[in-house]
């Protein structure tokens, strides 16, 4: 079935590091591919989606390349902010049938000012 | 402020006890799906609804049930409760079941004791 694994372990780093959360998935056909962030005490927010091979998506400064040839969707910030931290998830959606979402377990990044 | 709410926020039920989880979609969304997030883990898919009728269904056992109103709104309904279950709920509306955006609410924490 369709799966979505990612890095272990929660992520510390400095205010203004690079961050990387590595992202991996295993699927039929060609899925649609989410960062999720989820703030303490909240629910999920979409943070950006790629649909198709080779496409970047990007917004508040993240990005993720769908990369098909190796079936990631690494999630990069250049210059992260104490603002930044919280959990997040990669998750991927079949282009058919309902859209349902499969999520990975979750990254807790935590920046330290 | 996607529009999603969910209701209670928190909830403390025994073992064996029945449950109901309550979810307001987004305006002009007709598709509801819950999902299960137990701590640490990523969402599962628990089912959809999509204009009333349940559009598939993830890897949960029947005592999992929901309904879809006329007006779009959802309830997830859990009988005979186990200390398993102890986890956060989350509601995710969308428009459709095709290739859109699933906006989710804060969620419902349910303990089990």
């Known amino acids: 079935g369709d799966s979505v694994t990612q890095m272990e372990g929660p992520v510390t780093l400095s205010e203004e590091a690079f961050l990387t959360i590595n992202c991996t998935y295993t699927?039929?056909?060609?899925?649609?591919l989410f960062w999720y962030v989820q703030y303490p005490g909240e629910g999920l927010q979409l943070l950006l989606k790629a649909t198709k091979a080779d496409d970047k998506g990007s917004n508040k400064g993240f990005e993720a390349t769908y990369r098909k040839e190796t079936t990631s969707f690494h999630l990069e910030k250049g210059s992260v902010q104490v603002s930044d931290s919280a959990v997040y998830f990669c998750a991927l959606r079949r282009q058919e049938g309902n859209n349902r979402l499969a999520f990975g377990k979750g990254n807790q990044v935590v920046v330290i000012p | 402020e996607t529009g999603v709410t969910q209701s209670p926020t928190h909830l403390i039920k025994t073992r064996g006890q029945q449950v109901t989880l309550r979810c307001s979609s987004q305006?002009?969304?007709?598709?509801v799906s819950w999902y299960q997030q137990a701590l640490g883990q990523g969402p599962q898919f628990i089912f959809q609804y999509y204009r009333e009728e349940e559009n598939g269904r993830g890897n949960f056992p029947p005592r999992f049930s929901g309904l879809q109103f006329p007006n779009y709104s959802s309830e997830l309904n859990v009988n005979a409760l186990e200390l398993d279950d102890s986890a956060l709920y989350l509601c995710?509306?969308?428009?459709?079941?095709?290739?859109?955006?699933?906006?989710f609410g804060q969620g419902t924490r349910l303990t089990v004791v």
């Open positions: 995710a509306s969308s428009l459709g079941v095709g290739n859109t955006e699933a906006f």
């Open positions: 305006s002009g969304h007709n598709t």
């Open positions: 699927a039929t056909g060609y899925p649609s």
